[in-house]
T-cell receptor, first 110, second 114 residues
Framework: DAKTTQPPSMDCAEGRAANLPCNHSTISGNEYVYWYRQIHSQGPQYIIHGLKNNETNEMASLIITEDRKSSTLILPHATLRDTAVYYCIALNTNAGKSTFGDGTTLTVKP | DVKVTQSSRYLVKRTGEKVFLECVQDMDHENMFWYRQDPGLGLRLIYFSYDVKMKEKGDIPEGYSVSREKKERFSLILESASTNQTSMYLC?????????????FGNGTRLTVT
């Protein structure tokens, strides 16, 4: 599975869009990009995943560059409850073998 | 919504004790997983199971065993607890094996071994 690189921390103002970047420059053609988040003292929560097309669901949007070397998770209107650690993962095997690194700590400020 | 329930949020055990961590999911998922989470090390896969009575080792199985007698329940067993097994333990499940089946996690059990 490809290694991913994320900034260790980011801040965002409440009500603004939060754009969380992820670099996966060694991703191969059959690897999916998954995003999870972990709010303090809870288990990780699945957000969204994609292969090469942009994806949107009720939680977020995922933008994957055309060369697939990077992606951005967008929370369109961040709230204080979106403060969490966000993990970006690239997988070509069973999703259960996900490797969660240190992620990005997003702090949403009032 | 999928619910993955871990029996204890906090557990304190003594060195050498046998410890059972229980996990139950309510969505008839095929796959279940046990991870531990430690600062600076991320989540590491201990064991997983893709069917009743089936199990496979993850990345760090030493010192652990598992049991899956029923589809909805996956137990992690520490045969003889040691202080280096103090950690946050997370159970997860997924519907299918493969890339399009995300993980659903429980809220974790924070185990302290003294």
């Amino acid at each position: 599975d490809a290694k991913t690189t994320q900034p260790p921390s980011m801040d965002c103002a409440e009500g603004r869009a939060a754009n969380l970047p992820c670099n996966h420059s060694t991703i191969s053609g059959n690897e999916y990009v998954y995003w999870y988040r972990q709010i303090h003292s809870q288990g990780p929560q699945y957000i969204i995943h994609g292969l090469k097309n942009n994806e949107t669901n009720e939680m977020a949007s995922l933008i994957i560059t055309e060369d697939r070397k990077s992606s951005t998770l967008i929370l369109p209107h961040a709230t204080l409850r979106d403060t969490a650690v966000y993990y970006c993962i690239a997988l070509n095997t069973n999703a259960g073998k996900s490797t969660f690194g240190d992620g990005t700590t997003l702090t949403v400020k009032p | 919504d999928v619910k993955v329930t871990q029996s204890s949020r906090y557990l304190v055990k003594r060195t050498g004790e046998k410890v059972f961590l229980e996990c139950v999911q309510d969505m008839d998922h095929e796959n279940m997983f046990w991870y531990r989470q430690d600062p600076g090390l991320g989540l590491r896969l201990i064991y997983f199971s893709y069917d009743v009575k089936m199990k496979e080792k993850g990345d760090i199985p030493e010192g652990y065993s598992v049991s899956r007698e029923k589809k909805e329940r996956f137990s992690l067993i520490l045969e003889s607890a040691s202080t280096n097994q103090t950690s946050m333990y997370l159970c997860a499940s997924s519907l299918l094996t493969g890339l399009k089946s995300p993980l659903h996690f429980g809220n974790g059990t924070r185990l302290t071994v003294t």
